[in-house]
């Protein structure tokens, strides 16, 4: 005897199956979806009316057993093809070291925005080494990951109805996330010992420019026009594992940078010293593919070379801590507060759109903004 279905509800053997219409929403065609497994009536008729409701929302997405791991790797095999070798990493990494090994094995789409809450909140407690807190900077670079990877999961594998982890919480962060920008002064101080180090034109050109550590390390002498007192930033490199990967910039866009007359003098004696360098090595110098920081044997400088050194220096200095990519902050934020208008700091930090600047530097703008009212009163008033 067949079973009879019962306002799109039925009973095959020993479960429950449902099924609704929905419409294409491309071509418009009306097609039935059966979806099965469920142990009781009630539990099928819960689902068929979530179903009915995500259809007329043009939301509605077959039933997936695919789990969180599954559907996580497999977004990666199609995104190592997409993005920069580094960008690729920074997700693999995220992925693979946080999120799986505690989230993997959930089902995808009964995902919901409470369990990625309670992910953030462990990862901030106990996900890092030796189960110590994790860093709320890396926390949000894991939520920017699946933020990524689950509004692919909705807009075009078309997976879930929506993505949870635009509804989750992030939690705050626990006292400050990095030190407080140096003062003018305790740059000038900290130069100063970098100066006597082999590449301390290294920390000259990353604060006097802006420029990202991937762009400076990339950099060939083809790029420096000491005579015009520019160079042109062309790409980026890294290190993955142990191999040096070379690309384009964040942005994916050249730029020219103008030089000060100081860091002029600062990258003509490097030149000098490197050469210097090239003599006493004799038939040992490798070739350096016209990069302007080298090892002492002439080969390409580890990328990562710059931020392990940089706390020594610091510390010679007795100076608080600061990372290598706060000098890019204070580069900006000193332009900012003397008056440089926000494209203009824009374009020299490689920034696409002026819109990043001013949400990465809202802090600083809103204190040079402090006094505006009283520059208008004095220019009319006298």
Same mark, same amino acid.
Do not use: C
């Given at each position: 005897?067949?079973?009879?279905?019962?306002?799109?509800?039925?009973?095959?053997?020993?479960?429950?199956?449902?099924?609704?219409?929905?419409?294409?929403?491309?071509?418009?065609?009306?097609?039935?979806?059966?979806?099965?497994?469920?142990?009781?009536?009630?539990?099928?008729?819960?689902?068929?009316?979530?179903?009915?409701?995500?259809?007329?929302?043009?939301?509605?997405?077959?039933?997936?057993?695919?789990?969180?791991?599954?559907?996580?790797?497999?977004?990666?095999?199609?995104?190592?093809?997409?993005?920069?070798?580094?960008?690729?990493?920074?997700?693999?990494?995220?992925?693979?070291?946080?999120?799986?090994?505690?989230?993997?094995?959930?089902? !995808?789409?009964?995902?919901?925005?409470?369990? &990625?809450?309670?992910? *953030? @909140?462990?990862?901030?407690?106990? +996900?890092? /080494? =030796? #189960?110590?807190?994790?860093?709320?900077?890396?926390?949000?670079?894991?939520?920017?990951?699946?933020?990524?990877?689950?509004?692919?999961?909705?807009?075009?594998?078309?997976?879930?109805?929506?993505?949870?982890?635009?509804?989750?919480?992030?939690?705050?962060?626990?006292?400050?996330?990095?030190?407080?920008?140096?003062?003018?002064?305790?740059?000038?101080?900290? !130069?100063?010992?970098?100066?006597?180090?082999? &590449?301390?034109?290294? *920390? @000259?050109?990353?604060?006097?420019? +802006?420029? /990202? =550590? #991937?762009?400076?390390?990339?950099?060939?002498?083809?790029?420096?026009?000491?005579?015009?007192?520019?160079?042109?930033?062309?790409?980026?490199?890294?290190?993955?594992?142990?191999?040096?990967?070379?690309?384009?910039?964040?942005?994916?866009?050249?730029?020219?940078?103008?030089?000060?007359?100081?860091?002029?003098?600062?990258?003509?004696?490097?030149?000098?010293?490197?050469?210097?360098?090239?003599?006493?090595?004799?038939?040992?110098?490798?070739?350096?593919?016209?990069?302007?920081?080298? /090892?002492?044997?002439?080969?390409?400088?580890?990328?990562?070379?710059?931020?392990?050194?940089?706390?020594?220096?610091?510390?010679?200095?007795?100076?608080?801590?600061?990372?290598?990519?706060?000098?890019?902050?204070?580069?900006?934020?000193?332009?900012?507060?003397?008056?440089?208008?926000?494209?203009?700091?824009?374009?020299?930090?490689?920034?696409?759109?002026?819109?990043?600047?001013?949400?990465?530097?809202?802090?600083?703008?809103?204190?040079?903004?402090?006094?505006?009212?009283?520059?208008?009163?004095?220019?009319?008033?006298?």
């Amino acid at each position: 005897m067949t079973a009879k279905l019962r306002d799109g509800v039925v009973k095959r053997g020993g479960s429950w199956s449902y099924v609704v219409r929905v419409t294409h929403p491309d071509t418009g065609a009306s097609r039935p979806r059966w979806v099965g497994g469920f142990p009781t009536e009630r539990a099928a008729k819960a689902a068929r009316d979530e179903a009915r409701v995500a259809g007329r929302r043009g939301e509605y997405v077959d039933r997936s057993s695919m789990t969180v791991a599954s559907y996580l790797r497999e977004w990666l095999e199609t995104y190592q093809v997409a993005v920069k070798p580094t960008t690729f990493e920074g997700y693999r990494h995220n992925v693979e070291h946080y999120v799986i090994p505690r989230i993997g094995n959930q089902r !995808l789409q009964a995902l919901r925005p409470a369990t &990625i809450s309670k992910l *953030y @909140r462990d990862l901030l407690d106990h +996900g890092g /080494r =030796r #189960g110590g807190p994790l860093s709320p900077l890396t926390v949000d670079g894991i939520h920017r990951t699946l933020r990524k990877a689950f509004n692919d999961a909705v807009r075009v594998e078309q997976l879930l109805p929506s993505n949870p982890v635009v509804r989750a919480t992030r939690p705050k962060a626990r006292g400050k996330e990095r030190a407080d920008l140096w003062t003018t002064e305790q740059l000038r101080t900290f !130069l100063s010992v970098a100066a006597d180090h082999r &590449i301390g034109a290294f *920390y @000259r050109l990353a604060a006097y420019t +802006g420029a /990202r =550590r #991937g762009e400076l390390t990339h950099m060939r002498w083809a790029d420096l026009d000491l005579d015009a007192a520019e160079f042109t930033i062309t790409g980026s490199a890294a290190t993955i594992g142990a191999v040096r990967i070379e690309g384009t910039t964040k942005g994916g866009r050249s730029r020219v940078v103008s030089l000060d007359a100081g860091t002029v003098e600062v990258m003509r004696a490097h030149r000098k010293a490197q050469l210097a360098e090239q003599l006493a090595a004799r038939t040992w110098w490798q070739d350096g593919d016209g990069l302007v920081f080298l /090892r002492e044997d002439g080969a390409p400088m580890h990328t990562d070379t710059p931020t392990a050194l940089m706390p020594k220096l610091i510390a010679a200095a007795d100076l608080p801590h600061t990372r290598l990519h706060d000098l890019r902050h204070l580069h900006a934020t000193t332009l900012l507060l003397a008056g440089v208008p926000v494209h203009v700091v824009a374009a020299r930090l490689g920034h696409a759109d002026p819109a990043i600047t001013l949400r990465v530097y809202a802090h600083v703008l809103r204190e040079q903004a402090s006094g505006v009212a009283d520059v208008f009163a004095t220019a009319v008033d006298g």
